[in-house]
């Protein structure tokens, strides 16, 4: 008895499960698994995860839309990142920024100069200039300049701002797209066959390749924009900050709104893990404890769970509560409570009722009836504990169906539209047309993550599996 209960100890259990190579992989990615869910709840609090997820374009803005994971870069082209400059810091390298008062006139002269060096092999997503204005009746005049590296200076336009908080973007204004395409035929000695982009135009070499967008290749050096602007008032001033958009962003790139994929992918951990084990625990134990009662009492007690386990089994189970989150728009919580109560007279129920009939018939057990034990002490104390350990494995296995259950559901539209899951990631390529548009790594890096989870508590339940069955054991 004693050895026996050394073995299914936790301390026993561990050091069986170490002999096994599907134990030791299991394992390995469990731990990974938690360690980034420690990491992520203590750098990303939740409240915060939440406020960057539901913030969309806003909160992330200065971020390139739908870019490529920054390490795509070492796997072929230098595709560029992303080029900040701003002259609240100015004197920094690559910025400058000067004021001169005219006081007799009551007016500023601007220059701003933003300078960087360009060596990547794929032109820049998008260009923005943010401004920050302060004038009290007349509102700043300003010019904005493009000079590439071979010289060449562009006009790009002339910019009044209307409000203390504005967005140019470069990439759809038109008068920047008329400038640049008369620049483009003025290098080409005629029309273009098919006229570049604003970015393209920007940063394209200065030859026979400008004449499409099929050919067009980036010209590397150092590029510079400048802001010559007029300003009136004493009290008036402008500051500018050029994003000059990448197309590669941190470890998972980025969404359709910006959003770094990287929050969504961490936090999608701890929530599939709690999802995944809460769902499997607590179905399983209430499962263990109705059999139970069913398999040592009978009559009809037996009976009367043994309908209701029937009439569960044979609900469709998905379709049903594909209804329940048609209708009623679910958080994740109130989500898995649905699932609980859907599944808690499951199968499982008949199978462990058959274990329950067949120990109780042990002599012990009737031993225990004779000196007087209750049902309460015989159920907890005697049944219970022997047939734990045969259910243990199908616990841990069955975490990953739970874990894929609300991606499918996130997918179909009815997950929690705000938690920032795998199954959220999922659903929102699948929208944003990601294979379609080769945003391959849109879906592949939640679905690795998905199947990472899968593969943990898969080798380990069928070591546990191995450990519980003698007949499983390897020689």
């Given at each position: 008895m004693e050895n026996a209960a050394a073995e299914y100890s936790i301390k026993g259990i561990l050091k069986q499960l170490l002999t096994y190579k599907s134990g030791v992989f299991g394992i390995s990615l469990l731990v990974l698994l938690i360690l980034i869910s420690v990491y992520t709840m203590i750098t990303i609090p939740y409240s915060t995860a939440i406020e960057l997820w539901r913030g969309g374009e806003n909160v992330w803005i200065e971020n390139p839309r739908n870019a490529q994971?920054?390490?795509?870069?070492?796997?072929?082209k230098n595709l560029p990142e992303t080029i900040k400059r701003d002259s609240t810091q100015a004197g920094r390298v690559g910025t400058i920024k000067v004021l001169t008062p005219i006081p007799e006139r009551n007016m500023k002269l601007l220059?701003?100069?933003?300078?960087?060096?360009?060596?990547?092999?794929?032109?820049?997503?998008?260009?923005?200039?943010?401004?920050?204005?302060?004038?009290?009746?007349?509102?700043?005049?300003?010019?904005?300049?493009?000079?590439?590296?071979?010289?060449t200076k562009i006009n790009l336009m002339t910019y009044i701002p209307r409000s203390q908080e504005e967005r140019l973007s470069l990439s759809i204004n038109p008068t920047v797209s008329n400038r640049l395409y008369a620049y483009t035929v003025n290098v080409l000695g005629g029309e273009p066959q098919v006229p570049l982009l604003v970015e393209q135009a920007?940063?394209?070499?200065?030859?026979?390749?400008?004449?499409?967008?099929?050919?067009?290749?980036?010209?590397?050096?150092?590029?510079?924009?400048?802001?010559?602007?007029?300003?009136?008032?004493?009290?008036?001033?402008?500051?500018?900050?050029?994003?000059?958009?990448g197309k590669v962003y941190g470890l998972a790139g980025t969404d359709h709104l910006r959003r770094d994929l990287t929050v969504a992918l961490l936090w999608g951990t701890p929530i599939a893990l709690s999802f995944g084990l809460t769902a499997s625990?607590?179905?399983?134990?209430?499962?263990?404890?109705?059999?139970?009662?069913?398999?040592?009492?009978?009559?009809?007690?037996?009976?009367?769970?043994?309908?209701?386990?029937?009439?569960y089994m044979i609900l469709p189970f998905l379709p049903f509560l594909i209804l329940i989150a048609t209708f009623y728009r679910l958080d994740i919580w109130i989500l898995l409570l649905v699932i609980i109560v859907l599944s808690v007279f499951g199968g499982g129920v008949?199978?462990?009722?058959?274990?329950?009939?067949?120990?109780?018939?042990?002599?012990?057990?009737?031993?225990?009836?004779?000196?007087?034990?209750?049902?309460?002490?015989?159920?907890?104390?005697?049944?219970i504990p022997k047939i734990l350990p045969p259910i243990v494995p199908g616990l841990i296995g069955s975490v990953p169906g739970y874990v894929f259950l609300e991606a499918a559901l996130s997918l179909l539209g009815l997950g929690d539209p705000y938690l920032p899951s795998w199954g959220k990631i999922i659903e929102d390529s699948y929208a944003g047309g990601a294979l379609y548009k080769g945003h391959y790594y849109w879906v592949l890096e939640p679905a690795s993550m998905l199947i990472l989870t899968a593969l943990a508590f898969s080798f380990l339940g069928f070591a546990l599996d191995k450990i519980v069955n003698p007949k499983l054991r390897e020689v």
């Open positions: 994971p920054t390490w795509i870069r070492y796997l072929g220059h701003i100069s933003f300078s960087f060096d360009y060596e990547y092999d794929d032109f820049p997503s998008e260009i923005n200039i943010f401004f920050t204005s302060k004038y009290n009746t007349s509102a700043p005049l300003l010019r904005i300049y493009w000079i590439k590296p071979s010289g920007m940063f394209a070499m200065e030859d026979e390749t400008m004449n499409s967008t099929l050919t067009a290749t980036p010209m590397k050096g150092k590029y510079e924009l400048i802001i010559e602007g007029t300003l009136y008032g004493e009290d008036s001033d402008v500051d500018a900050k050029l994003i000059v958009y625990l607590t179905i399983s134990l209430l499962q263990l404890l109705i059999a139970t009662i069913s398999g040592y009492y009978g009559g009809k007690v037996d009976s009367a769970i043994q309908r209701l386990t029937e009439g008949k199978s462990t009722r058959a274990l329950v009939m067949q120990i109780k018939e042990y002599p012990y057990i009737e031993a225990a009836k004779a000196y007087g034990a209750s049902s309460k002490r015989i159920i907890l104390l005697y049944i």
